[in-house]
């Protein structure tokens, strides 16, 4: 089983679409049985909430439902995954930071797409439904080429 754990601030945006995005790629190609897929904030504000209604709208204008409810990061998670994947730098070095850091299995997502022109997944919390889809964007690219990636370290 690979363990895969998305992390955002509030995991109410980023990380639960991108861990939906993740799943539903790994529909797509008959290997959601060998996944274990989560997302965690590293701030505690929405712990229990469901996605932010804009995540679940552009999940949906995409065909794709949501999966989890918020939680915060947890030490023991550096333990639990096998890849963690920030959605921008300011996670990262909250992660980086955070006791029991594991370094070498956290990475910043964007960092997953060859040459990419930024490293940042921008927060779109304050910004408009266009901001989502951007992110959407954004994170189905980088999801794309992380599963290749994991897909062929594991073969
Ligand atoms: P996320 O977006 O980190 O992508 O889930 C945010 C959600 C909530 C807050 C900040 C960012 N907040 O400050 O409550």
């Known amino acids: 089983m690979v363990k895969v ?8 945006c980023r990380s639960p679409m991108a861990e ?17 897929v989560d997302s965690a904030g590293t701030g505690n504000w929405h712990e229990g ?21 918020a939680r915060q990061f947890n030490t023991t998670d550096f333990d639990e995954f096998d890849y963690i994947l920030a ?7 909250d992660l980086m930071r955070w006791p029991g850091c594991e370094p070498d299995k956290v990475r910043l997502l ?16 304050s910004g408009g439904l266009g901001g989502f889809e951007q992110v959407f964007k954004m ?10 990636e994991i897909v062929q370290e594991q073969r």
């Open 139 to 148: 994170l189905d690219e980088s999801c794309e080429f992380l599963l290749n």
């Open 110 to 125: 964007l960092d997953c797409i060859p040459d990419s022109a930024r490293s940042d997944v921008p927060d779109p919390y």
């Open 5 to 12: 754990l998305f992390v955002c601030l509030g995991n109410i």
């Open 49 to 69: 909430e469901t996605p932010d209604p804009r995540t679940i709208k552009t999940l949906a204008e995409h065909g794709m439902k949501w999966f989890s409810h």
């Open 87 to 93: 959605m921008d730098s300011s996670n990262y070095s």
């Open 20 to 36: 939906a995005i993740f799943l539903h790629k790994l529909a797509e190609r008959g290997l959601t049985h060998e996944f274990d």
